[in-house]
């Protein structure tokens, strides 16, 4: 089993910054694909960021220029550097790990952008 805890989620204003953290035990994030997703209420949940075992990101193209998933292998944590806030960021923000069949979700933290 992976758990996967975010956090860094809260309330900022519009052109503010937050950042996320996923930190995983029972797995490792430097041989998995590791993705950021959010969810508004009534909505769908999306991808917004992901990254490969091997270094390669891809992001919704809503938030390019503006988001960076990142990995510390050393601590075993992703992370989700979120610049220039928009009110239709918020959500809450959930961290998955996929490697191989296995597929894990963090409870999420709550992005709220305020106009």
């Known amino acids: 089993q992976v758990h996967l805890v975010e956090s860094g989620g809260g309330l900022v204003q519009a052109g503010g910054s937050l950042r996320l953290s996923c930190a995983a035990s029972?797995?490792?994030?430097?041989?998995?694909?590791m993705g950021w997703y959010r969810q508004a209420p009534g909505k769908q949940r999306d991808l917004v960021a992901r990254i490969t075992s091997g270094g390669s990101t891809n992001y919704v193209d809503s938030v390019k220029g503006r988001f960076t998933i990142s990995r510390d292998n050393a601590k075993n944590t992703v992370y989700l550097q979120m610049n220039s806030l928009k009110p239709e960021d918020t959500a809450v923000y959930y961290c998955?790990?996929?490697?191989?069949?296995?597929?894990?979700w963090g409870q999420g933290t709550q992005v709220t952008v305020s106009s």
């Open positions: 998955n790990y996929v490697f191989g069949e296995h597929n894990y």
């Open positions: 029972g797995g490792t994030v430097s041989i998995a694909t």
